[in-house]
């Protein structure tokens, strides 16, 4: 494990803000850069594993969330809508891609015929639970540089962080 030893790219801008606008306090930067530079680079190798199983993120998510629901692994869309956060239209293009890919099937629901439920496939089953396996040896990898007891005090930071965000 390395540890850091030097300024990185989010030093150097608070630095460069402190010396051009020194009437203001820059420090938050620290915390907000740092997160916005981490999403956009995780993500980038979060979806390389995606990828290999020709699966994009809103892709992964509605199997996840199909897979997490347990037997019969089956949900409405609006409760897709609801656990993956995205429009009803956003889950009908998700949907629509992984039926033609034969990994999930839609149905009638029987209490109601305009309803319809999406069901993970034995072969999208197979596929969720096989890329689950990379996703998360993935993660583990991708934080490797961190203790567990780092990675813990970590996570309750930003559950806190998530948790008392000002509302707009």
């Not at 309803?115 to 996703?135: P, S």
């Not at 961190?146 to 309750?156: H, M, N, Q, V």
Request: glycine share 8%; proline share 4%.
């Amino acid at each position: 494990m390395t540890t850091p030893t030097g300024p990185d790219g989010v030093d150097r801008i608070v630095a460069q803000w402190q010396r051009e606008r020194p009437d203001l306090d820059p420090s938050p930067m620290h915390v907000i850069g740092r997160i916005s530079r981490l999403h956009w680079t995780l993500d980038e190798r979060l979806l390389r594993v995606f990828d290999q199983y020709d699966l994009g993120r809103g892709e992964f998510d509605v199997l996840a969330t199909l897979r997490r629901a347990g037997e019969p692994y089956e949900l409405t869309a609006g409760e897709l809508c609801e656990a993956t956060m995205v429009t009803s239209g956003a889950v009908t293009k998700r949907v629509d891609r992984l039926e033609r890919a034969g990994l999930v099937a839609r149905r009638a629901a029987e209490d109601d015929a305009r309803g319809r439920l999406i069901k993970l496939t034995d072969r999208g089953r197979q596929v969720i639970d096989d890329v689950l396996v990379a996703h998360v040896h993935n993660e583990t990898r991708l934080l490797s540089g961190l203790t567990a007891s780092e990675r813990t005090t970590l996570a309750d930071l930003l559950r806190k962080l998530g948790q008392t965000l000002p509302e707009d």
